[in-house]
């Protein structure tokens, strides 16, 4: 398809650069990274800008880390740079879990984390992963450096706190101190790559504190406190699941879309709870299954 | 049985090497140097509505820009079966994305941000998007001009309504049949739209020349339906036939989708404006689900009778089609499911109305199985259930009424050999009907489900086909066919017929893809008609290849034609075991005598086949008295599906399929039908469908939100049949079975639904949404 | 218009570019590469896939003017003097129809077979799932994947 629009390129090999070529192009500038979104925003008219800066070739963006205690990722990180790291998968499965369930390998080996999270779609699969890890994103602008929680940062749709002038860094997260296990559910219309209809992060620990975020049943993924607070300090019983699920309805409030209608949104996020909790539950007491397969494939 | 050589043997196919390596041409390939301009369209953005002004003069100032064309450059129809549509659209659009005007560039960039500045004034008139609004009382008319189309004489339009074709057929008693029955059902069924989703999207090349000669490349099943086509349009310009040449490189896929003349007619005729440029023209993916054929959505009105025993007394099925905004090639769809609307049954008393209605949505047009997936998602739900609601088994109740060689079809004529019943017999086997599937998943319940299915090539009955066939020195062949390899394997099986009479190895027979000028005519790559139609054909030719061989050796060596056969690149003779002539010592060159002169020459084959029993001249009330389709083929489905009761995913677990080939030419290649007509039959009902806005604006144009399936969303076995009851005048015995794989799809999975769930859906598509929101209702209740 | 200097299928290449070209386009059009095909130019389908560094990709989703140094193979590439095992295997098993969807696939199981020599079913139906094909239902193309890692000595 040929593209009605052009625009200048820039391609800096640090961060000082990058970040002066954004103070010098304003808001005229946009970040391109894996450009698997930007490529398709700029040939559907739905992006026009007049500069492009590539911060692939960026050598001096911190290094990722990662470790069961805290993770690191920088912002050259790719899907698949997650989704091949054994020791991520084993200490943190909903994000890994998350990160696999984003379209397919050659998107995965280009898109990026820091991309992804910068697009703040209301779908965005690693979300609930990032809220139930309470995560950190670390941005800087050329007046210095800053960190933003995850809570912090998505504002609406498209809509992130990092500012025009500032580039992501990298995330962290600092797993929860006593034993904990986690678990992504994504519901797609079919097995195959697809835009969530719902997503559930569920994060437990040995302590019987729960975590649970939504994405794609609102205009931003979102942390379910209210019935994370019904859960908190109990063990999980049939009744305690039916409470929390009871109290779905008043939480979500998801839209009817191309995706989905409404009531099945609502549905499946009572479906997901349940299942969710009761599969980090096992996964907590070391049972391993493929979580691909607890919605019915 | 006879022992065959070359027929019936999984041959690989002769394409292979090509397409692997890359080496593989397809329409897009082709590079046509510094003279190739690029035309990009303007769209309508509006579903009906009258043009008022349509303002090009920012695009023309637009550096590179070549050249701006409206409707007023080409005020001429087009059609395949009924002229009810223009190239550009004149005075009126009546879908949303249809072509209003182009600009020509040096450049794609430049010609789309040419057509960004076109300014089109439209004033709106009411859209009528489903066609049961369409034939209301006082609705908008969309085609008032309808009387005056030229059409082909088996149509029968309404004018001065929506209804473009109304296809009636009627046999037996129907009051009678309905008077007999101890049982009678009626319900409503209903299918929405499907798009193709070849994954080459359409593509085409006009190049006019000084001389005024027209080549178009296209990405094409129909190389000579469209040189007709064209010539048919343009011939205001004085352009005939011999004039317009067609030339098709490999196509990326077609399912329909690529016959007869949808966009190609575009770049021919800008092509004709544009002396000594080529004008190419490729439709974006959205492009491609916005304005091509598209599968039609149906309503149908299903009402049967039977008898205690399970004996059908009486059909009236009512379809109603949603055929879009030109029916030119959608209307044909109508009349050949409203000539086969009874199914794969015995049915005395029959009424059958399938009635063509235009609505503001794109055209309809032959997608993979012509209408009859979606009239046999209803009849073969219905049977199900009448079945079960008169306690008889469903596999029973098919048995028992399965029409059988020499029963009568819908309009009266004798139904041909075929192998209903085995199909049933081996389905069932293979699928282990009998068994009790039980998940063991407490979320999970698992269904059964079964369907048969027919189906018959819907063509003119003077369609038709021929080859040309010449011997190289070697003996190697080049087989000169106009059928297009659009994926089956049409030029492998072609090989193998040629290769069979003249006992040369297919490996050494080289079938390229088609050129108007050079090869000889093919009406098109459609209705699985080619392996039957063009079989016979390139038989002919081998055949007269082998007589002038055969001849030729009598000639020179005085030895009687009867005694002598072909066989590994060598004339041999039964009585003279010791005879051995290579082909290739005179298949060109001639045999020398002892005077040092030479007999013989270049070997040439021509063959040609046409039906000459077919006829479309039945009544137009009744259908009855002619000979409309040549044959149909019939076949059985059956699956094993795994549902999660409270999401609503689905998984076939195990699915077999068995198909009456007549003869399996190939058998793998008809495997490889199997396999994929199945996965892209469960894709029409399990998730895919096209979805329009209140203004007839497709929300779904591309792969993310029109979901195919996938390398995940494959079934866990699929079993292949093959019946082979032979098609007696098909070659070898074969007939079609491209399209039919795919039909038994939708019933069996609502079928396998209601069997699991007991919930009966009777809505395409059957997605886990509407699975599991029907479940969560039927048990709040 | 820019320079970029890269690899493609081993031969060092430079050409000019405007930035918003895509490595699809330019490879097609300027670079006489025609394997890698169109087929939704969104990232979608999956039939312009080429390897990057080793990698797959979706060429319709890259700048080409990104690809300064980079490595670029196409199924030109693979194909060569001699075709792969792999792809005598998708001949043997019919692993194709119309074909179109064929160079997507086979760059796509060629960077899966080269990352792990014997996948097991899941594992090519994970590797594949972004490269659409229409015609052949996939099975066809599982078992030739099986079939060439088989070959592959362990």
Redesign the interface.
């Given at each position: 398809?040929?593209?009605?629009?052009?625009?200048?390129?820039f391609?800096p090999g640090t961060l000082a650069e990058a970040l002066s070529l954004l103070d010098q192009y304003k808001g005229d500038a946009r970040l391109?990274a894996g450009?698997?979104d930007l490529?398709?925003h700029?040939?559907?008219n739905m992006a026009t800008p007049p500069v492009?800066i590539?911060v692939?070739r960026v050598t001096d963006f911190p290094g990722s880390r990662v470790s069961p205690k805290a993770l690191y990722l920088n912002a050259s990180t790719t899907f698949?740079d997650i989704v091949n790291h054994a020791d991520l998968r084993k200490a943190y499965p909903m994000l890994w879990e998350a990160a696999r369930s984003v379209?397919?390998?050659?998107?995965r080996?280009?898109a990026t984390l820091a991309g992804n999270i910068c697009s703040a779609v209301p779908s965005l699969d690693v979300a609930p992963a990032l809220l139930c890890y309470d995560a950190i994103v670390h941005v800087a602008s050329s007046s210095g450096t800053r960190e933003i929680s995850i809570h912090d940062w998505f504002i609406s749709p498209r809509k992130t706190a990092c500012l025009g002038t500032e580039i992501m860094l990298g995330i962290s997260i600092t797993a929860p101190a006593v034993k904990h296990s986690g678990i992504y559910l994504k519901?797609g219309?079919?097995?195959?790559?697809?835009?969530a209809?719902a997503g559930l992060g569920v994060l437990i620990t040995s302590d019987l504190q729960y975590r649970l975020a939504y994405c794609a049943v609102g205009p931003i993924p979102f942390r379910a406190r209210a019935i994370e607070a019904v859960l908190n300090g109990k063990v999980l019983t049939a009744e305690l699941i039916s409470s929390a699920k009871a109290m779905v309805q008043d939480t979500v409030h998801p839209i009817t879309d191309?995706?989905?209608?409404k009531?099945?949104r609502l549905?499946?996020c009572e479906?997901m709870l349940e299942?969710g909790l009761k599969a980090v539950e096992q996964r907590l007491n070391g049972a391993e299954f493929d979580s691909a397969e607890i919605?019915?494939? | 049985m006879t022992d065959y050589r070359y027929i019936g043997k999984s041959i690989t196919r002769i394409d292979g090497r090509e397409k692997i390596s890359g080496a593989a041409v397809y329409t897009d390939d082709i590079d046509f140097g510094a003279n190739l301009l690029y035309a990009e369209i303007v769209s309508s953005t509006v579903a009906h509505a009258l043009i008022l002004n349509i303002d090009t003069s920012e695009a023309e100032k637009l550096e590179g820009v070549v050249k701006v064309f409206t409707g007023k450059d080409f005020p001429y129809k087009f059609g395949l079966y009924m002229k009810d549509r223009y190239i550009f659209a004149q005075d009126k659009v009546r879908f949303y994305g249809e072509q209003v005007a182009a600009v020509v560039a040096r450049t794609p960039q430049i010609a789309k941000m040419g057509a960004e500045l076109v300014k089109v004034e439209y004033q709106e008139l009411p859209a009528v998007l489903d066609q049961m609004e369409a034939l209301a009382e006082g609705a908008t008319i969309l085609h008032p001009d309808l009387g005056d189309y030229p059409h082909v004489p088996w149509f029968f339009p309404k004018p001065g309504t929506n209804v473009a074709h109304w296809r009636k057929t009627r046999r037996g008693d129907l009051e009678n049949g309905f008077a007999e029955a101890d049982h009678i059902y009626e319900e409503t069924y209903e299918v929405p739209r499907y798009a193709h989703c070849a994954i080459e999207t359409h593509v085409a090349i006009g190049k006019f020349d000084y001389s005024g000669r027209l080549t178009v490349w296209s990405s094409s099943q129909s190389p000579h339906t469209q040189r007709n086509l064209f010539a048919e349009a343009l011939a205001p310009m004085g352009l005939s036939q011999k004039d317009i040449r067609v030339i098709t490189p490999h196509v990326g896929g077609g399912f329909g989708g690529k016959a007869g003349v949808t966009m190609e007619i575009l770049p021919a005729a800008l092509a004709t404006k544009l002396r000594g440029y080529a004008v190419k023209l490729r439709w974006t993916r959205e492009q491609e689900f916005i304005n091509t054929y598209q599968r039609l959505g149906v309503v149908a009105k299903l009402k049967l009778g039977v008898k205690k025993d399970g004996t059908i007394t009486a059909l009236d099925h009512k379809i109603y089609w949603d055929a879009g905004a030109y029916v030119e090639y959608g209307a044909n769809v109508v009349n050949a499911v409203g000539l086969s609307a009874i199914g794969p049954y015995r049915i005395p008393n029959v009424s059958i109305d399938s009635v063509c209605i235009y609505t503001n949505l794109p055209p309809g047009g032959a997608y993979r199985g012509f209408g009859y997936s979606e009239m046999l998602f209803g009849l073969e739900s219905h049977i199900t259930t009448i079945a079960r609601q008169i306690g008889m088994d469903e596999i029973e109740f098919r048995r028992k009424n399965a029409i059988l060689e020499g029963d009568k079809t819908a309009y009266g004529a004798a139904m041909n050999p075929n192998g209903l019943l085995e199909a049933i017999d081996k389905v069932t086997k293979a699928i282990e009907w009998d068994k009790e599937y039980k998940s063991t998943d407490p979320n999970k319940v698992i269904g059964k489900g079964f369907s048969l299915f027919w189906k018959a090539p819907a063509m003119p009955p003077n369609a038709s086909s021929s080859a040309f066939l010449k011997f190289n020195e070697d003996a190697s062949i080049n087989l000169i066919i106009s059928g297009m390899d659009i994926g089956q394997g049409y030029q492998t099986v072609m090989a193998q017929i040629a290769a069979e009479v003249l006992g040369v190895d297919p490996s050494k027979i080289r079938v390229e893809t088609p050129d108007t000028d050079r090869n000889p005519y093919e009406w098109q790559t459609v209705a699985s008609h080619i392996t039957w139609s063009s079989g016979n054909a390139v038989k002919k030719a081998a055949i007269d290849a082998r007589d002038q061989i055969l001849a030729l050796v009598e000639r020179v060596y005085h030895m009687s034609q009867d005694s002598l056969y072909l066989e590994d690149e060598a004339v041999k003779c039964h009585n003279q075991a010791s005879f051995n002539l290579p082909l290739r010592s005179f298949v060109v060159e001639g045999i020398a005598t002892k005077d040092g002169s030479y007999r013989g020459g270049p070997i040439n084959g021509r063959g040609m086949f046409m039906p000459e029993f077919s006829s479309a001249s039945g009544d137009p009330d009744t259908s009855q008295g002619g000979h409309p389709n040549v044959h149909y083929t019939v076949g059985a489905g059956a699956l094993i599906l795994e549902i999660d009761k409270d999401t609503g995913k689905m998984k076939v677990l195990k699915a077999a399929e068995a198909i009456d080939a007549g003869k399996a030419l190939n058998p793998d290649l008809i495997k490889g039908q199997i396999t994929g007509g199945l996965l892209q039959g469960l894709a029409t009902v399990l998730y895919e469908d096209m979805r329009y806005d209140d203004k007839g604006r497709l929300l779904n144009p591309n792969f993310t939100d029109y979901k195919i399936p996938t390398a995940m969303d494959v079934p866990d076995e699929i079993i292949p049949i093959i019946i082979e009851v032979p098609q007696p005048d098909g070659p070898y015995g074969a007939r079609g079975v491209g399209e039919h794989t795919m039909l038994p799809a939708a019933p069996m999975i609502a079928n396998a639904v209601e069997n699991a769930l007991g919930i009966r859906i009777r809505s395409m598509p059957i997605t886990a949404e509407k699975v599991a929101m029907a479940y969560k209702k039927h048990r709040e209740q | 218009m820019a320079k970029v200097k890269l690899t493609l299928n081993n031969e060092t290449r430079t050409i000019d570019v405007e930035p918003c070209e895509t490595l699809l386009d330019v490879l097609r059009d300027k670079l006489g590469m025609k394997s890698p095909k169109c087929g939704c130019d969104r990232g979608d389908c999956g039939a312009c896939a080429v390897l990057i560094d080793g990698k797959s990709v979706r060429s319709c989703l890259i700048f080409a003017i990104e690809c300064e140094g980079q490595h670029i193979t196409t199924l030109e590439g693979i194909s060569g003097d001699q075709l792969s095992i792999l792809q005598e295997a998708f001949i043997e098993f019919n692993s194709f129809q119309c074909g179109y969807c064929a160079p997507g696939v086979i760059i796509s199981a060629t960077e899966l077979l080269k990352s792990n020599p014997h996948p097991n079913l899941e594992e090519i139906k994970e590797a594949l799932s972004g490269n659409l094909c229409r015609c052949t239902g996939y099975q066809p193309i599982f078992d030739a994947i099986l079939k060439a890692s088989k070959e592959t000595k362990k």
């Amino acid at each position: 398809m040929a593209f009605s629009h052009s625009f200048e390129y820039f391609r800096p090999g640090t961060l000082a650069e990058a970040l002066s070529l954004l103070d010098q192009y304003k808001g005229d500038a946009r970040l391109l990274a894996g450009g698997t979104d930007l490529a398709v925003h700029i040939k559907e008219n739905m992006a026009t800008p007049p500069v492009v800066i590539d911060v692939k070739r960026v050598t001096d963006f911190p290094g990722s880390r990662v470790s069961p205690k805290a993770l690191y990722l920088n912002a050259s990180t790719t899907f698949s740079d997650i989704v091949n790291h054994a020791d991520l998968r084993k200490a943190y499965p909903m994000l890994w879990e998350a990160a696999r369930s984003v379209a397919s390998v050659g998107i995965r080996n280009r898109a990026t984390l820091a991309g992804n999270i910068c697009s703040a779609v209301p779908s965005l699969d690693v979300a609930p992963a990032l809220l139930c890890y309470d995560a950190i994103v670390h941005v800087a602008s050329s007046s210095g450096t800053r960190e933003i929680s995850i809570h912090d940062w998505f504002i609406s749709p498209r809509k992130t706190a990092c500012l025009g002038t500032e580039i992501m860094l990298g995330i962290s997260i600092t797993a929860p101190a006593v034993k904990h296990s986690g678990i992504y559910l994504k519901q797609g219309r079919y097995r195959g790559e697809d835009l969530a209809q719902a997503g559930l992060g569920v994060l437990i620990t040995s302590d019987l504190q729960y975590r649970l975020a939504y994405c794609a049943v609102g205009p931003i993924p979102f942390r379910a406190r209210a019935i994370e607070a019904v859960l908190n300090g109990k063990v999980l019983t049939a009744e305690l699941i039916s409470s929390a699920k009871a109290m779905v309805q008043d939480t979500v409030h998801p839209i009817t879309d191309i995706r989905s209608s409404k009531e099945y949104r609502l549905h499946i996020c009572e479906v997901m709870l349940e299942r969710g909790l009761k599969a980090v539950e096992q996964r907590l007491n070391g049972a391993e299954f493929d979580s691909a397969e607890i919605l019915g494939g | 049985m006879t022992d065959y050589r070359y027929i019936g043997k999984s041959i690989t196919r002769i394409d292979g090497r090509e397409k692997i390596s890359g080496a593989a041409v397809y329409t897009d390939d082709i590079d046509f140097g510094a003279n190739l301009l690029y035309a990009e369209i303007v769209s309508s953005t509006v579903a009906h509505a009258l043009i008022l002004n349509i303002d090009t003069s920012e695009a023309e100032k637009l550096e590179g820009v070549v050249k701006v064309f409206t409707g007023k450059d080409f005020p001429y129809k087009f059609g395949l079966y009924m002229k009810d549509r223009y190239i550009f659209a004149q005075d009126k659009v009546r879908f949303y994305g249809e072509q209003v005007a182009a600009v020509v560039a040096r450049t794609p960039q430049i010609a789309k941000m040419g057509a960004e500045l076109v300014k089109v004034e439209y004033q709106e008139l009411p859209a009528v998007l489903d066609q049961m609004e369409a034939l209301a009382e006082g609705a908008t008319i969309l085609h008032p001009d309808l009387g005056d189309y030229p059409h082909v004489p088996w149509f029968f339009p309404k004018p001065g309504t929506n209804v473009a074709h109304w296809r009636k057929t009627r046999r037996g008693d129907l009051e009678n049949g309905f008077a007999e029955a101890d049982h009678i059902y009626e319900e409503t069924y209903e299918v929405p739209r499907y798009a193709h989703c070849a994954i080459e999207t359409h593509v085409a090349i006009g190049k006019f020349d000084y001389s005024g000669r027209l080549t178009v490349w296209s990405s094409s099943q129909s190389p000579h339906t469209q040189r007709n086509l064209f010539a048919e349009a343009l011939a205001p310009m004085g352009l005939s036939q011999k004039d317009i040449r067609v030339i098709t490189p490999h196509v990326g896929g077609g399912f329909g989708g690529k016959a007869g003349v949808t966009m190609e007619i575009l770049p021919a005729a800008l092509a004709t404006k544009l002396r000594g440029y080529a004008v190419k023209l490729r439709w974006t993916r959205e492009q491609e689900f916005i304005n091509t054929y598209q599968r039609l959505g149906v309503v149908a009105k299903l009402k049967l009778g039977v008898k205690k025993d399970g004996t059908i007394t009486a059909l009236d099925h009512k379809i109603y089609w949603d055929a879009g905004a030109y029916v030119e090639y959608g209307a044909n769809v109508v009349n050949a499911v409203g000539l086969s609307a009874i199914g794969p049954y015995r049915i005395p008393n029959v009424s059958i109305d399938s009635v063509c209605i235009y609505t503001n949505l794109p055209p309809g047009g032959a997608y993979r199985g012509f209408g009859y997936s979606e009239m046999l998602f209803g009849l073969e739900s219905h049977i199900t259930t009448i079945a079960r609601q008169i306690g008889m088994d469903e596999i029973e109740f098919r048995r028992k009424n399965a029409i059988l060689e020499g029963d009568k079809t819908a309009y009266g004529a004798a139904m041909n050999p075929n192998g209903l019943l085995e199909a049933i017999d081996k389905v069932t086997k293979a699928i282990e009907w009998d068994k009790e599937y039980k998940s063991t998943d407490p979320n999970k319940v698992i269904g059964k489900g079964f369907s048969l299915f027919w189906k018959a090539p819907a063509m003119p009955p003077n369609a038709s086909s021929s080859a040309f066939l010449k011997f190289n020195e070697d003996a190697s062949i080049n087989l000169i066919i106009s059928g297009m390899d659009i994926g089956q394997g049409y030029q492998t099986v072609m090989a193998q017929i040629a290769a069979e009479v003249l006992g040369v190895d297919p490996s050494k027979i080289r079938v390229e893809t088609p050129d108007t000028d050079r090869n000889p005519y093919e009406w098109q790559t459609v209705a699985s008609h080619i392996t039957w139609s063009s079989g016979n054909a390139v038989k002919k030719a081998a055949i007269d290849a082998r007589d002038q061989i055969l001849a030729l050796v009598e000639r020179v060596y005085h030895m009687s034609q009867d005694s002598l056969y072909l066989e590994d690149e060598a004339v041999k003779c039964h009585n003279q075991a010791s005879f051995n002539l290579p082909l290739r010592s005179f298949v060109v060159e001639g045999i020398a005598t002892k005077d040092g002169s030479y007999r013989g020459g270049p070997i040439n084959g021509r063959g040609m086949f046409m039906p000459e029993f077919s006829s479309a001249s039945g009544d137009p009330d009744t259908s009855q008295g002619g000979h409309p389709n040549v044959h149909y083929t019939v076949g059985a489905g059956a699956l094993i599906l795994e549902i999660d009761k409270d999401t609503g995913k689905m998984k076939v677990l195990k699915a077999a399929e068995a198909i009456d080939a007549g003869k399996a030419l190939n058998p793998d290649l008809i495997k490889g039908q199997i396999t994929g007509g199945l996965l892209q039959g469960l894709a029409t009902v399990l998730y895919e469908d096209m979805r329009y806005d209140d203004k007839g604006r497709l929300l779904n144009p591309n792969f993310t939100d029109y979901k195919i399936p996938t390398a995940m969303d494959v079934p866990d076995e699929i079993i292949p049949i093959i019946i082979e009851v032979p098609q007696p005048d098909g070659p070898y015995g074969a007939r079609g079975v491209g399209e039919h794989t795919m039909l038994p799809a939708a019933p069996m999975i609502a079928n396998a639904v209601e069997n699991a769930l007991g919930i009966r859906i009777r809505s395409m598509p059957i997605t886990a949404e509407k699975v599991a929101m029907a479940y969560k209702k039927h048990r709040e209740q | 218009m820019a320079k970029v200097k890269l690899t493609l299928n081993n031969e060092t290449r430079t050409i000019d570019v405007e930035p918003c070209e895509t490595l699809l386009d330019v490879l097609r059009d300027k670079l006489g590469m025609k394997s890698p095909k169109c087929g939704c130019d969104r990232g979608d389908c999956g039939a312009c896939a080429v390897l990057i560094d080793g990698k797959s990709v979706r060429s319709c989703l890259i700048f080409a003017i990104e690809c300064e140094g980079q490595h670029i193979t196409t199924l030109e590439g693979i194909s060569g003097d001699q075709l792969s095992i792999l792809q005598e295997a998708f001949i043997e098993f019919n692993s194709f129809q119309c074909g179109y969807c064929a160079p997507g696939v086979i760059i796509s199981a060629t960077e899966l077979l080269k990352s792990n020599p014997h996948p097991n079913l899941e594992e090519i139906k994970e590797a594949l799932s972004g490269n659409l094909c229409r015609c052949t239902g996939y099975q066809p193309i599982f078992d030739a994947i099986l079939k060439a890692s088989k070959e592959t000595k362990k």
